[in-house]
């Protein structure tokens, strides 16, 4: 089984802020990497595919970047409708989720 | 538009069977997977299994084999998660997506409760 581990758990964030989200998979899984937003009472969101191409609709204010093993979410200026829970997922040998990061308002 | 339209809320009692459904519109059915997901009252997401449309074979995440069927009905477009008998930790919030590159359409998701 692959692990995938997120940190931190929790940031706590202005808004305008930069927010780093890191994932780390147990074995390398080159770039077949996907990151969800999730918001309470809603399904997640796709926002990222292949570790960093951005699905469509998805603000720019969103990348990813990462290959092999460790990747990373970066929101730009973080803005009031991006505080939420985030998932990273591998899908290089069948899927497997993160345990989220929880994006807070400090 | 690709649309998942999942069956309404359930509340069961422990040893009840359960079928909750997924209809999909907006696309040739049989061309993209349906992942179903699992997420625990406050908890994160897991996978726990998937269904090919195309040819009905489905791969369970190991967690949920035994645990859970998944099923499609390719006339109606429709994909299936059943239990045979619920127990009070199968009370999560179900979606179904599906599968492009990552989980690309989400339904909305199917509360089932399972309490005495």
């Known amino acids: 089984d692959i692990q995938m581990t997120q940190s931190p758990s929790t940031v706590s964030a202005f808004i305008g802020d930069r927010v780093t989200i890191t994932c780390r998979a147990s074995q390398t899984i080159s770039n077949w990497l996907a990151w969800y937003q999730q918001k309470p009472g809603k399904a997640p969101k796709l926002l990222i595919y292949?570790?960093?191409v951005l699905q469509g609709g998805v603000p720019s204010r969103f990348s990813g970047s990462g290959f092999g093993t460790e990747f990373t979410l970066t929101i730009d200026s973080l803005q009031a409708d991006d505080f939420a829970t985030y998932y990273c997922?591998?899908?290089?040998?069948?899927?497997?989720f993160g345990q989220g990061t929880k994006v807070e308002v400090k | 538009e690709v649309l998942l339209v999942q069956s309404g809320a359930g509340v069961k009692k422990p040893g009840e069977s359960l079928r909750i459904s997924c209809e999909a519109s907006g696309y040739t059915y049989t061309k993209k997977w349906i992942a179903w997901v699992r997420q625990m009252p406050g908890k994160g997401l897991e996978w726990m299994g998937i269904?090919?449309?195309?040819?009905?074979?489905?791969r369970y995440n190991p967690s949920f084999q035994g645990q859970v069927t998944i099923s499609v009905d390719t006339s109606i477009n429709t994909a299936y998660l059943q239990w045979s008998s619920l127990k009070a930790s199968d009370t999560a919030m179900y979606y179904c997506?599906?599968?492009?590159?990552?989980?690309?359409?989400w339904g909305q998701g199917t509360m089932v409760i399972v309490s005495s």
């Open positions: 292949k570790a960093s």
């Open positions: 997506a599906t599968l492009s590159d990552g989980m690309d359409v």
């Open positions: 997922q591998q899908y290089d040998n069948y899927w497997t």
């Open positions: 269904v090919i449309p195309r040819d009905s074979d489905v």
